[in-house]
C-alpha cells in the first residue's frame, strides 16, 4: 500500500490529519539462542515496515483500524490493564507500559499497515510495538532514547501480552541502519552498526511454511539446560554469570563432567557466540565467503547439538546450499519451522529464488514464501 493511499485512508475515516511512523521487520544473520545467555546477536533490519498513522482524540478512547486484517478494535486508557488475546494487545501493551513509565497519553486514531508477513518469524510484532510507540509519544512531542525504548517495548510484550521475547527484535527494529547489519551485546546493550555491502550478494529469507506445536516447551527446556549448565560451571569457576562468560578452550576442560545433552547445548551457545564475533570480523574486510561459512556452521551446530531445528528448515537448507552462488545457508529464529536466511550472490539471487521454491515444493509439499532483502533503515517518522 502506497503511503498516499494510507494518508487518504485514515483521513476518510477519522476525519483528521494524521502524522505517519514505521518501523521494520528483522532477520538475524547469526546468533541464535544467544541472547537470553548474555551473548552476542547480529540482525539487520528488513525492507518491510509497519506503518502507524495517527492523530490525537479529545478524550481518553484509542481507536484502531487494521488495513490488513480489516478489522478495527477500541479500547480506554483509563481501563487498559489486561490483555485481550487480540491483534491489538501490541498497541494496548505498548500504550500500557507507556503510561506506567509516567508518559500520560491523550486518546488517539490509528491506522496501520504492515508488508512485514504475520507468524514467520521476521518479527512483525516488534515492528507494531516500536512503530505504535513513535505514534503514542508523538501526541505528546516526546522522544525516547533508543536503547530504553526497545527495553519499552520488550517489556510490552513481556508483561502485557506475556511473550517472553528477548530484546533484540525491538532494538533492531529502533536502531537499524541502511547498508548496516547490527552487533549487540544482549547484557550490556552496547552495539556495533557493521556495514553489510550489498553491491556483490543479497539476503534471501526463505519462509518453510511450517512451524511445529513444540517449539514453545523446548524453548523453555533449552533455557533450563543452560542454566543448569552454567551452575556445574560455576563450582569451578564462581565468577561466570551466563554461558557467554565461558570460552570454547574452558569449556573443553569441563564439558566431560556435563550431563551429555546439557554439554551439547553450552556448546551450540558458546561456539555460537564465538562465530558471531568472527563474522562481524569477516564482514568488516568484506569477506563474505567466509561469512557464508559461518552460517553454515550456525545451521549445523543448532540442528546436531542444540536441536532445535526440524525436517523442512533442513530440507531447505540443505536445497539452498546446493544452489551457484549461495554463500551460506541456516534456520533463523527460534527453531522448529519458520525461516532461513541465505547469503547469496547477487547476479545468482534469481534462478536461486525460482529453484529453491521449485525443489522445496517439490519435497515437502509446502510452497515457500521468499524474500529477497537489503539491510534497511531503522524505525521513524515517514515525513509527508
Known sequence: MHIETIVSEFKARYHATPRLFKAPGRVNLIGEHTDYNDGFVFPMALDRYTHVAVAPRADRRVDVYS????????????????????????????????????????????????????????????????????????????????????RLAQKAENQFVGMNCGIMDQFISIHGRADHALLLDCRSLNYELVPLDSSHARIVVCNTMVKHELGASAYNQRRQECETGVRIMQKQWPEIKALRDVTLEKFGGIQADLPAVVARRCRHVISEDERVLESVGALKHNQLRYFGEKMNASHDSLRDDYQVSCDELDQMVEIARAQPGCMGA??????????????????????????????YQQRTGHKPQIYVSVPSQGAGEKIL
Not at 498497541?91 to 514467520?120: F, Q, R, T, W
Not at 505504535?132 to 522522544?143: G, M, T, Y
Not at 541456516?330 to 550472490?345: A, D, H, I, K, P
Request: with cysteine; proline share 4%; charged share 15%.
Open 67 to 150: 488495513a490488513n486484517l480489516k478489522e478495527e478494535f477500541s479500547f480506554s486508557l483509563d481501563n487498559n490493564e489486561h490483555a485481550q488475546h487480540h491483534w491489538s494487545d501490541y498497541i494496548a501493551g505498548m500504550a500500557h507500559v507507556l503510561e506506567k513509565a509516567g508518559y500520560a497519553l491523550p486518546g488517539a486514531m490509528l491506522y496501520i499497515h504492515s508488508d512485514v508477513p504475520v507468524g514467520s518469524g521476521l518479527s512483525s510484532s516488534a515492528a507494531l510495538e516500536v512503530s505504535s510507540a513513535l505514534a503514542f509519544l508523538s501526541l505528546i512531542s516526546q522522544i525516547i532514547p533508543g536503547p530504553e525504548l526497545a
Open 330 to 359: 541456516r534456520m533463523t529464529g527460534g527453531g522448529f519451522g519458520g525461516c532461513t536466511v541465505n547469503l547469496v550472490e547477487l547476479e545468482q539471487v534469481e534462478a536461486f529464488c525460482a529453484n529453491v521454491e521449485k525443489m
